[in-house]
């Protein structure tokens, strides 16, 4: 069973950063199409952001341009780089993995963490 484990998040003024990492327990990292969710208090969790192996991205419209999805494949790890962090961006993230080759609904969820953008 595949373990995804989140990292980053936290509190941030609007205008400002913050980058989320999202790292595999298992070795097969590099077999993985990887993707970003989110859920803000009393709505539904909706997509951010995905990346495929081969360096292809794809981003919602309400982040395009603020925010980077990439990844580091010698760390296993999954990144999402936000930028001109709005306080409509306020969430719970989640990252999700499922094998590049096998297309359909993610497999694999890491536990979630808070992002607050406030001032």
């Known amino acids: 069973q595949e373990r995804l484990v989140q990292s980053g998040g936290g509190w941030v003024q609007p205008g400002g950063s913050l980058r989320l990492s999202c790292t595999t327990s298992?070795?097969?990292?590099?077999?993985?199409?990887m993707g970003w969710y989110r859920q803000a208090p009393g709505k539904e969790r909706e997509y951010v952001s995905a990346?495929?192996?081969?360096?292809?991205?794809w981003y919602a419209d309400a982040v395009k341009g603020r925010f980077t999805i990439y990844r580091d494949n010698d760390k296993n790890t999954e990144y999402l780089q936000m930028n001109s962090l709005k306080p409509e961006d306020t969430a719970v993230y989640y990252c999700?993995?499922?094998?590049?080759?096998?297309?359909?609904?993610?497999?694999?969820w890491g536990q979630g963490t808070q992002v607050t953008v406030s001032s």
């Open positions: 999700a993995a499922r094998l590049d080759s096998v297309p359909g609904p993610y497999a694999y």
């Open positions: 298992g070795g097969t990292f590099n077999t993985y199409s």
């Open positions: 990346g495929r192996r081969n360096g292809d991205t």
